[in-house]
């Protein structure tokens, strides 16, 4: 199979890559890069597991081809916030006692987090209906949208110093 | 399994690469159909032809009528000011639609040539009188929605040929559009039969126009086109909505499948057209000066 | 306590792992029901680009294993016996590659006459979906006959009599459909061989010990051989108790001595997982007119599918399940568990339970509109109190059962049960087991004054092993955050019954009760020593000994010990002690008695489209009886997600057979309840400490998945006086049934 150079910009740093064309950004995330933060389950869009931000985006990298994300920022979990930090979405969720298994958890905060950077001020409703492409098996979702509602309240008042790339 | 992707940079490239390609090349716009499509085996291009950098194809412009561009997303219908008013039915349709994560990409020219009979912003167009335009090494031509699809998947699309939008005309002082749908959850649905309605009345509250057009009941989306001439210069009465809908019911043509049966399909055919038809003059009285 | 790891996405999860050279497994499953298997040609498949092995049923050793009975081989041999049967396995180098080697292999197969449903299992001459079944090695306690692989039954006084002696009699059948459990992580393993012949076995299981012996049984190995490792775990709710992939792993990475990882697909969730049983239940109950229960004879018949799997087990649980929480004094129950030619249904959180609550808690509400009577009322006037005896005869205690139903009662609002046209309330009791087992654990102090819990347990988001650690902490007088689990690896850790059953907090806390009061000896021994204190006059407190005006941390009592001592370290071990019950009331029964029984009741206040149909929860309720909360939000949030899933169950999830074809094989199709589905639900914590459970705790991660289907139920049926006797409670089926009767 021939191989084409992939030059992706993720989580504001460039790499490099060779892969297939039919391979999906999910995919190369996960078996080349090592950035296993983003889950994978479904691989039809129905779960939500996979979502990482494509120019500040929620979208579901196990449809998208890798070679449809080049010159395209893509953020993922592990670029939320600096190493050892925490984005006030993952000190809410933690807080809140939103995580139980947590395989759900970096593609529902990213959805989270695209859906606060153009609602900021948003309601119970309005986050459940962001939320829906994501779901969740173990917490039936009221600790999640807590979270969500209460990290909008704290960005409102203090947005992070280190805001995602 | 695998294939080629390609990039094209015009309208011009990406219909000569289709030339090219033929059966074995697809466009590739939103993914949200073609990659499970090809995950489940069912599809296997030899070629993906992306459309993510062809120009013009991602524009709504709002002048004598709406165009509204083939890569259009889910999100952005839902979200046009243009779409918040009288035509507020478009921005229903999307919004129902996956999640955000899907919205995102899926694109209406996308949802128009998959042929789904349970394509919610379709069955929106549809009651809009849309007309497509298609781009082919012929040159453009013009065609009405109405028609478009022929069976599940199914298009009357030429080879090779692009389509580049939707257009349908704007609408008369006092109209309205709606779009409900039902499914077994609340979200990230596949309409398990869906509705929409346009109505425009006249000075004495009758109906001057009014389309009528019905998701996932029948092998493609379909106007009722008896239940439209019902309405014809009478104004809406509950009881005649009422009788609207059984009339939209018997002519629409369901399946039973996993997902309902076709005598739910039939009955929610005839209760959600009179909600729509009754939304409709809601909106309308509300919007009247 | 891992919170910070998952929301950053750096918790590694098996479906995660991978190897240096790892390769990829896929399996090919059958397409057929259930045929002759004639012939499987793999030739061409094993010589395509990538591919690095091939392996079908003439390449494994020809095992039967099984829990209760030995009735399953890794591959089929010469009888394909449900759709999604394995048949083959590839390794190869990408998973695409190992996909495309699947639609080489050649299977050639004769349709034979099947069995879809129990119906047909149970009707005369129906094919026995294993002939040789009288042959199998099966636990001796089992009633086996034919296409019957357990029938567990309860028998107390004279049903016969009791019938008699009632004043009506309510005969109703109730039906549920298979729904899976929805983890978000798909079943993965990474298999890896060394030199001295051992594997080393990463895979999501929630029962590590099990999954070690039975791929010991299949892989014809010393258990010694087989070193499984539970990396981290997304989601298991009973669907990751038995083996899944993880022979398969074995198996691909013993021929190409790479490292192999196989990992389901949703569609090989959906069609060859361990889905919960469909049921059909058969309850009839007699009842005098002032509502006292008199008698009751109940059947349910479980699909398990092509293999016993936990059948046998779960229809004896079931047995205890049709008793419901009341005093009936003349019981006939039985629990069937029948061969079909589908997939091996299993364990789902609380298995039987839903399905059993469903019917008896649907009755109930018949029975009590039919006399009249307030369905709170009647229930409070049959519920089991405190010293009575359970349906096989244990002698109930900590029964909080009434304060459960008084409680969601009044939470709800059940003096105005139906507030408007449409509208109604609804609710449904029930009662669970903790389940027993045993578990050990070590804990050592480490130099620093940071303690280590090394247990066999795994933590599958349960927050349970938290609660061990909390009752570890509590004992020990020093704070969470110095504590670290190291957990579920059957080579290091100390054996652990496992994730199941509600057990976790409960049997792992034990047992780390059991290791503190042994560590405690060693510090205050030592400390005694080097403070010259005497030990009567020591006492251990945030982190140090203290007494006497002197100190000295437990960081330093370590240093101590591991210079002249080996260091501060102990073991504990748990196993609840057995539930007493009376054997003569039993037969083929795997699980006679409920230990450390959990009570419970739910309510929901709902509204119903009396066109579409469509359910609109405006309020759900739960109180709970979990003895004592160690953990509040961490219960509650076991009650919220049970409640979901229960709901899931109650309102739109189903697999869907068609001649034992699934037809919803996809997650468009099977429908979990998103956020937008699912309302806030209400927990209230009833506290009735249990005599074994630490400070008194009973299980609480199974029993909020029980009573959604009823509550429901009985809730559309108050708003629209519609009886749905079938799951999922669909706005189609509500709208249709309105409709019938509208005529």
């Known amino acids: 199979m021939t191989r084409i150079a992939l030059s992706l910009t993720i989580n504001g740093q460039t790499h490099d890559v060779l892969a297939e064309p039919h391979r999906t950004l999910l995919d190369v995330l996960r078996t080349d890069l090592g950035l296993i933060g983003t889950k994978e389950n479904c691989l039809e869009a129905e779960c939500g597991v996979c979502t990482v931000l494509l120019e500040g985006a929620a979208v579901n990298a196990c449809i998208l081809l890798a070679a449809q994300c080049q010159g395209r920022a893509i953020v993922t979990i592990e670029g939320l916030a600096a190493p050892g930090q925490l984005h006030p979405l993952q000190r809410a969720f933690i807080d809140h006692g939103a995580v139980q298994c947590g395989y759900c958890i970096p593609g529902m905060i990213l959805a989270a987090k695209a859906y606060l950077d153009t609602n900021p001020e948003p309601d119970g409703d309005g986050v459940r209906e962001a939320l829906a492409g994501n779901l969740c098996r173990c917490t039936g979702y009221q600790r999640i949208i807590d979270a969500v509602l209460s990290a909008a309240r704290a960005l409102r008042t203090s947005p992070p110093s280190q805001a995602a790339r | 399994m695998t294939f080629d992707y390609h990039e094209p940079t015009s309208v011009r490239e990406a219909i000569e690469l289709s030339a090219r390609f033929g059966g074995d090349g697809r466009f590739l716009a939103g993914g949200t159909?073609?990659?499970?499509?090809?995950?489940?085996?069912?599809?296997?291009?030899?070629?993906?032809?992306?459309?993510?950098?062809?120009?013009?194809?991602?524009?709504?412009?709002?002048?004598?009528?709406?165009?509204?561009?083939?890569?259009?997303?889910?999100?952005?219908?839902?979200?046009?000011?243009?779409?918040?008013?009288?035509?507020?039915?478009?921005?229903?349709?999307?919004?129902?639609?996956?999640?955000?994560?899907?919205?995102?990409?899926?694109?209406?020219?996308?949802?128009?040539?998959?042929?789904?009979?349970?394509?919610?912003?379709?069955?929106?167009?549809?009651?809009?009188?849309?007309?497509?335009?298609?781009?082919?090494?012929?040159?453009?031509?013009?065609?009405?929605?109405?028609?478009?699809?022929?069976?599940?998947?199914?298009?009357?699309?030429?080879?090779?040929?692009?389509?580049?939008?939707?257009?349908?005309?704007?609408?008369?002082?006092?109209?309205?559009?709606?779009?409900?749908?039902?499914?077994?959850?609340?979200?990230?649905?596949?309409?398990?039969?869906?509705?929409?309605?346009?109505?425009?009345?006249?000075?004495?509250?009758?109906?001057?126009?009014?389309?009528?057009?019905?998701?996932?009941?029948?092998?493609?989306?379909?106007?009722?086109?008896?239940?439209?001439?019902?309405?014809?210069?009478?104004?809406?009465?509950?009881?005649?909505?009422?009788?609207?809908?059984?009339?939209?019911?018997?002519?629409?043509?369901?399946?039973?499948?996993?997902?309902?049966?076709?005598?739910?399909?039939?009955?929610?055919?005839?209760?959600?057209?009179?909600?729509?038809?009754?939304?409709?003059?809601?909106?309308?009285?509300?919007?009247?000066? | 306590m891992d919170a910070p790891g998952k929301v950053t996405g750096t918790a590694l999860y098996a479906a995660d792992f991978a190897l240096p050279g790892m390769l990829y497994g896929k399996v090919l499953r059958s397409s057929e029901p259930h045929a002759r298997l004639v012939r499987i040609d793999a030739g061409r498949a094993a010589r395509l680009p990538g591919v690095r092995a091939v392996i079908t049923a003439a390449d494994v050793p020809d095992v039967r294993y099984g829990g209760s009975v030995k009735d399953e081989r890794v591959f089929a041999r010469d009888r394909i016996r449900f759709a999604g049967q394995p048949l083959a396995a590839v390794a190869a180098t990408s998973p695409d590659a190992a996909a495309a080697a699947l639609t080489a292999i050649e299977v050639v197969c004769e349709p034979l006459r099947p069995v879809f449903d129990v119906a047909a299992a149970l009707a005369p001459g129906a094919p026995l979906v294993h002939d040789a079944w009288a042959s199998y090695t099966a636990l001796p306690i089992l009633h086996r006959d034919g296409n019957v692989c357990n029938r567990a039954r309860i028998v107390v006084g004279d049903v016969e009599r009791g019938f008699v002696e009632a004043d009506r009699v309510f005969e109703n059948r109730f039906t549920t459909s298979s729904v899976h459990q929805g983890y978000t992580e798909p079943r993965a393993a990474v298999a890896q061989w060394d030199s001295s012949g051992q594997v080393t076995v990463w895979s999501n299981t929630q029962l590590p010990f099990e999954i070690q012996t039975t791929l010991a049984e299949i892989l014809q190995l010393p258990p010694s051989k087989v070193r499984v490792i539970v990396p981290g775990i997304g989601g298991g709710f009973g669907g990751k108790l038995r083996i899944g992939v993880e022979h398969f792993a074995a198996l691909l990475a013993m021929k190409t001595g790479r490292p192999v990882k196989v990992m389901t697909t949703s569609e090989e969730e959906l069609t060859a997982a361990y889905a919960r049983q469909p049921a059909t239940v058969a309850v009839k109950t007699g009842v005098t007119n002032d509502g006292r229960l008199t008698a009751r004879e109940a059947r349910l018949w479980f699909d398990t599918g092509a293999f016993a799997g936990s059948g046998p087990g779960v229809a004896s649980v079931a047995t205890l399940m049709l008793a419901g929480p009341y005093r009936i004094p003349n019981l006939l129950l039985e629990g069937f568990a029948v061969y079909t030619n589908k997939t091996n249904f299993g364990s789902f959180r609380a298995p039987s339970g839903p399905q059993a609550n469903f019917a008896v808690e649907s009755q109930m509400d018949?029975?009590?509109?039919?006399?009249?009577?307030?369905?709170?009322?009647?229930?409070?006037?049959?519920?089991?109190?405190?010293?009575?005896?359970?349906?096989?005869?244990?002698?109930?205690?900590?029964?909080?059962?009434?304060?459960?139903?008084?409680?969601?009662?009044?939470?709800?609002?059940?003096?105005?049960?139906?507030?408007?046209?449409?509208?109604?309330?609804?609710?449904?009791?029930?009662?669970?087991?903790?389940?027993?087992?045993?578990?050990?654990?070590?804990?050592?102090?480490?130099?620093?004054?940071?303690?280590?819990?090394?247990?066999?347990?795994?933590?599958?988001?349960?927050?349970?092993?938290?609660?061990?650690?909390?009752?570890?902490?509590?004992?020990?007088?020093?704070?969470?955050?110095?504590?670290?689990?190291?957990?579920?690896?059957?080579?290091?850790?100390?054996?652990?019954?496992?994730?199941?059953?509600?057990?976790?907090?409960?049997?792992?806390?034990?047992?780390?009760?059991?290791?503190?009061?042994?560590?405690?000896?060693?510090?205050?021994?030592?400390?005694?020593?080097?403070?010259?204190?005497?030990?009567?006059?020591?006492?251990?407190?945030?982190?140090?000994?203290?007494?006497?005006?002197?100190?000295?941390?437990?960081?330093?009592?370590?240093?101590?010990?591991?210079?002249?001592?080996?260091?501060?370290?102990?073991?504990?071990?748990?196993?609840?002690?057995?539930?007493?019950?009376?054997?003569?009331?039993?037969?083929?029964?795997?699980?006679?008695?409920?230990?450390?029984?959990?009570?419970?009741?739910?309510?929901?206040?709902?509204?119903?489209?009396?066109?579409?149909?469509?359910?609109?929860?405006?309020?759900?309720?739960?109180?709970?009886?979990?003895?004592?909360?160690?953990?509040?939000?961490?219960?509650?949030?076991?009650?919220?997600?049970?409640?979901?899933?229960?709901?899931?169950?109650?309102?739109?999830?189903?697999?869907?057979?068609?001649?034992?074809?699934?037809?919803?094989?996809?997650?468009?199709?099977?429908?979990?309840?998103?956020?937008?589905?699912?309302?806030?639900?209400?927990?209230?914590?009833?506290?009735?400490?249990?005599?074994?459970?630490?400070?008194?705790?009973?299980?609480?991660?199974?029993?909020?998945?029980?009573?959604?289907?009823?509550?429901?139920?009985?809730?559309?049926?108050?708003?629209?006086?519609?009886?749905?006797?079938?799951?999922?409670?669909?706005?189609?089926?509500?709208?249709?049934?309105?409709r019938e009767r509208a005529k």
């Open chain 3, 366 to 738: 018949i029975i009590a509109d039919a006399l009249g009577l307030d369905p709170l009322e009647l229930r409070l006037k049959n519920i089991v109190r405190e010293g009575e005896e359970g349906p096989t005869g244990q002698v109930l205690t900590a029964v909080g059962l009434e304060e459960c139903l008084r409680r969601a009662a009044d939470a709800i609002g059940w003096r105005d049960r139906r507030p408007e046209v449409g509208r109604g309330k609804g609710i449904a009791c029930g009662w669970w087991t903790t389940t027993g087992g045993s578990s050990g654990v070590y804990v050592k102090v480490n130099p620093d004054g940071t303690v280590a819990l090394n247990t066999g347990a795994a933590e599958i988001g349960t927050a349970a092993l938290t609660g061990a650690a909390q009752v570890l902490a509590e004992d020990l007088g020093v704070q969470m955050a110095d504590i670290n689990v190291v957990s579920a690896d059957t080579l290091s850790t100390p054996f652990d019954f496992g994730a199941q059953g509600s057990r976790t907090a409960f049997a792992v806390g034990n047992a780390c009760r059991a290791a503190v009061a042994d560590l405690k000896r060693q510090i205050l021994a030592l400390a005694s020593k080097h403070l010259g204190v005497e030990e009567s006059a020591l006492a251990l407190r945030e982190g140090s000994v203290v007494g006497a005006g002197k100190r000295a941390t437990l960081g330093e009592l370590a240093r101590i010990s591991q210079a002249s001592g080996g260091g501060l370290i102990a073991h504990g071990t748990f196993v609840a002690p057995p539930t007493p019950y009376d054997t003569k009331r039993v037969e083929g029964h795997v699980y006679p008695a409920f230990h450390s029984p959990s009570f419970h009741a739910h309510a929901t206040d709902l509204s119903v489209d009396a066109e579409t149909g469509e359910i609109t929860i405006h309020r759900y309720v739960v109180a709970q009886d979990v003895g004592f909360a160690m953990n509040p939000a961490a219960i509650e949030g076991q009650i919220e997600g049970g409640v979901a899933q229960g709901l899931g169950q109650a309102l739109s999830e189903e697999i869907v057979y068609e001649n034992g074809r699934v037809l919803n094989a996809n997650l468009t199709d099977y429908k979990m309840p998103t956020a937008r589905d699912v309302p806030r639900v209400e927990s209230i914590l009833v506290q009735h400490p249990s005599l074994v459970g630490p400070f008194g705790a009973k299980g609480v991660g199974e029993p909020p998945n029980i009573e959604p289907p009823a509550a429901i139920a009985n809730a559309v049926a108050s708003a629209t006086g519609v009886r749905i006797t079938s799951l999922p409670i669909t706005a189609e089926k509500v709208a249709l049934a309105l």
């Open chain 2, 33 to 289: 159909d073609l990659m499970v499509q090809i995950h489940r085996g069912r599809l296997n291009p030899r070629h993906v032809v992306s459309l993510q950098c062809v120009p013009g194809l991602d524009g709504i412009e709002v002048d004598g009528a709406v165009r509204l561009g083939a890569r259009v997303t889910h999100r952005r219908l839902e979200s046009a000011e243009a779409f918040q008013g009288a035509l507020r039915g478009l921005a229903e349709g999307a919004e129902v639609v996956g999640g955000h994560q899907v919205r995102n990409v899926a694109t209406v020219g996308g949802n128009i040539v998959n042929a789904s009979p349970a394509a919610d912003v379709v069955v929106v167009l549809l009651a809009l009188d849309a007309t497509l335009t298609c781009l082919g090494p012929a040159g453009e031509r013009t065609v009405a929605l109405d028609g478009f699809a022929t069976a599940p998947g199914v298009t009357g699309l030429r080879p090779n040929e692009l389509l580049t939008r939707a257009s349908f005309p704007r609408l008369a002082p006092r109209s309205a559009t709606v779009f409900l749908k039902a499914g077994r959850r609340r979200a990230m649905e596949i309409s398990i039969a869906c509705v929409a309605a346009r109505v425009t009345l006249d000075d004495l509250e009758r109906c001057q126009d009014v389309r009528i057009a019905l998701g996932a009941v029948a092998p493609t989306a379909i106007r009722a086109r008896a239940a439209e001439r019902h309405l014809e210069a009478r104004p809406l009465t509950d009881g005649l909505m009422r009788e609207t809908g059984r009339i939209a019911a018997a002519e629409c043509r369901p399946i039973g499948d996993v997902r309902a049966s076709a005598r739910y399909r039939a009955l929610l055919v005839a209760t959600l057209v009179p909600r729509a038809l009754a939304r409709c003059l809601e909106r309308i009285k509300l919007g009247a000066p």
